[in-house]
């Protein structure tokens, strides 16, 4: 396929965010409140901002580069840039990675339909805390509800990549991430505004490092990946449809800043009414999804309307944040197909999207019904996280930090970096340097010290 007919995000604005919407997910609202509760509150957050920006920001770009050079899918792109070397594996790990993790990541999706279906029919009200885990545990396990739900996210996800780059991904990208936007500042005013709430905002902005320690540090560099899609071509994906004056440094940092800032107000919603209530935020998916919905009600006790918005508008943000962030998956492995097999595009989604379906409903019987659906002793749920998120991810992002870094000729790299010649790039010899040394020093580090926890 040459370079004309390509599609592409038809604006700089939109290849933001599209970026952004990848990048913003149920690792922003789930995760890093979770992490930040779990590791010390506002001292959490500093080191995870070092990472971000440390880190985070120059393996992204070396995702953009080679997505923008090669306008290619991931696995096209590692062949384009190195023809006849084995780099294509890395490419092709991606691809698979994205898969795994769109399979397992629309399960929990799924979940959030449920909850914006219970919270529209005001099923939470009255409920005692028992009742909610209960309502939980039932759900998760049931054989079929979680399904449909499952389904229903992974056809949504379809619907918008069966339209195309442009008109599917940049356009629901340019509606959604707004709408996300203003959800999570009504919610913030909701929950900053509750009795109590200021305990809530201390321990989001007082740090206190007592609580750290060299697990922090790994916490925040996985929250960090995780949650700005590094690592599996998602956004190299991307940054082949970006256009050839698209800034690659200025985008990655309106990335990570909008990723970050969405992260930290999430943090705004949750921990100020959890501490309203006395209620510490506790880990795991339990946490939005048995610990929230009884804070929200308790914290609104008395003013039953406020409490019925505040938590279907929540559950519509998640449902929101995290499509955005399927669609980049799904597109991984649709432009794969597409450009590799010579599949049509519609086709190759449907591919993607059948297959993820057999994953995914496995997955989700893995919860209940299908406990014996495991390997290595894990339920195929808890393995796919397991491997993609400890194993694949960091690996992709470490080897595409050093093809950018070692492998990739340097004027290449300049070349992408200032648009040929039309930009100034200060920072690239810092990149460079974080890409050859420090990248994948700190993910060996991380996976030495997660082999030891197994
Ligand atoms: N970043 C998304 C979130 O925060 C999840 C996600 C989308 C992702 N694409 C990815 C994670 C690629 C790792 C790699 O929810």
New binding site residues.
Partial sequence: MNKIDRAGFGSKLGAILASAG???????????PYETGNYGGAAFILIYLGCVFALGLPIMISEFIIGRRSHANTAGAFQKLAPGTQWKWVGRLGVI??FL??SF?SVVAGWTLEYVFEAAGNGFAGRTPEQFVESFDLFSTNPWRPLIWLVLFLLATHYIIAKGVEKGIERSSKVMMPVLFVLILVLVGCSVSLPGASAGIEFLLKPDFSKVDSNVFLAALGQA???????????CTYASYFKKDTPLIKTAVSVGLI?TFI?ILAGFIIFPAAFSVGIQPDAGPSLIFITLPNVFHRAFEGMPFLAYIFSLLFYLLLAV??LT??I??HE?ATAYIHEEFKVVRKRAAAIVTGGCIIIGVLCSLSLGVGRNIALFGLPLFDLLDFV??KFL?PL?GALMAVFVGWYLDKRIVWEELTNDGALKAQSYKLIIFILKFIAPAAIFIIFINELNVI
């Fill in positions: 990848s990048a913003v997910g149920l690792g922003n609202i789930w995760r890093f990675t994205a993790i769109l990541y990946f995780f949650s700005l899609s590094l690592g599996m071509g998602c956004l990723d992260a944040a995290a962030s399927t980049s998956m991984v993609t998120a991810m992709g």
